[in-house]
């Protein structure tokens, strides 16, 4: 399911293929609706009514390109869509619109560079996107203003039990709260798939006024600083140490008694876990803690490394142990 969802693209704004795909798997084993934003707000019966509204959320869109302009050569300028450093783009292979057109991020060959542009990357106004046309009616042919561009990425598997793709963040939140809808539990639950939190967490403010929840969880992919060098704080958080359990970040300080409870719940049933040694990046508990009466929010994360570029890479293990702790919080959260 990991690989399905990491190779349909479906940037801010353009989750439509992501979406199709949940509500495809989904939609014999709960209810939902989608919201005028695109957001899926799925309600799940369990065995028990709760005294409380859970949430649980995940964003569907993904890092990626729209196209803002065609040169007269047939070269395409675009703009990026979410956080993208442009070190990562350069020479990439993408496909851009609905009819996936071939093409590459066009730099300038290092041996035409002056001595000033050796040492810094160029802006995202000084690169193109080359798809083989020679001028700008061949280009305008297949491709319109306005179309979206997306990381081309194969979905692959690394060493011992890494994985690399595009999109990690955040399907791998979509694939555990579509595991969980697919299961039997204890109690209901709602859970929230998100559009455009890569743009200003602007569908999970829409979706969690809409339901309202006592407490939520949100699911993400955070950044891992594990590289050779790095050490100490700045590692942040390990491949290979579990799932990640946020304090806070740029836009949440999470709920104290909802972190300790997922520490506690991780050590008691000897599962490994970590916390974020940097306060750094947001996600979408950042709106749902503040939407309409306000929410108790924690963040339960995969670490990974190069974040929002077509070659992310994170541990299968990280994934299994943070599915075992999301079932074990879930025992406790409604109490």
Not at 171 to 193: A, P, W
Request: aromatic share 6%.
């Amino acid at each position: 399911m990991l690989k399905d969802l990491c190779l349909l693209n479906g940037t801010s704004g353009d989750e439509t293929c992501v979406r199709d795909y949940i509500i495809n798997e989904i939609k014999d084993y709960c209810t939902y609706k989608v919201d005028n934003l695109g957001s899926v707000i799925a309600y799940k019966k369990g065995k028990k009514k709760p005294n409380k509204t859970v949430s649980i959320n995940a964003h569907m869109d993904e890092v990626g390109f729209i196209i803002t302009g065609i040169t007269s050569d047939g070269y395409l300028r675009f703009a990026s869509v979410g956080g993208i450093d442009t070190k990562v783009c350069l020479d990439r292979a993408v496909t851009v619109g609905e009819n996936r057109i071939n093409g590459v991020i066009a730099d300038k060959a290092y041996h035409l560079l002056e001595d000033s542009e050796k040492d810094k990357a160029p802006s995202f106004d000084k690169l193109l996107i080359d798809i083989g046309a020679k001028s700008e009616k061949e280009a305008q042919s297949v491709v319109s203003l306005g179309d979206f561009a997306y990381f081309e990425s194969d979905y692959t598997e690394l060493g011992n039990g890494y994985i690399k793709a595009k999109a990690l963040d955040d399907r791998i939140g979509c694939m555990l709260m579509i595991e969980l809808i697919k299961s039997e539990l204890e109690y209901d639950t709602v859970f929230c798939f998100n559009v455009q939190e890569e743009v200003g967490l602007r569908g999970s403010k829409c979706t969690s006024f809409a339901v309202g929840a006592d407490v939520s969880i949100v699911l993400e992919a955070t950044t891992a600083g594990d590289l050779d060098g790095v050490e100490g704080a700045d590692r942040v958080c390990v491949l290979g140490n579990g799932g990640v359990v946020s304090f806070m970040d740029n836009r949440t300080i999470y709920d104290r008694e909802l972190y300790k409870l997922a520490m506690n719940t991780a050590k008691e049933n000897n599962i490994p876990v970590q916390t974020k040694t940097a306060v750094a990046g947001g996600n979408d508990a950042g709106s749902v803690q503040t939407s309409g009466k306000g929410a108790k929010v924690m963040a339960l994360s995969l670490p990974c490394r190069y974040i929002h570029s077509p070659s992310s890479v994170v541990k299968k293990s990280d994934i299994d142990n943070t599915r075992k702790l999301l079932k074990e919080i879930l025992k406790k959260i409604y109490d």
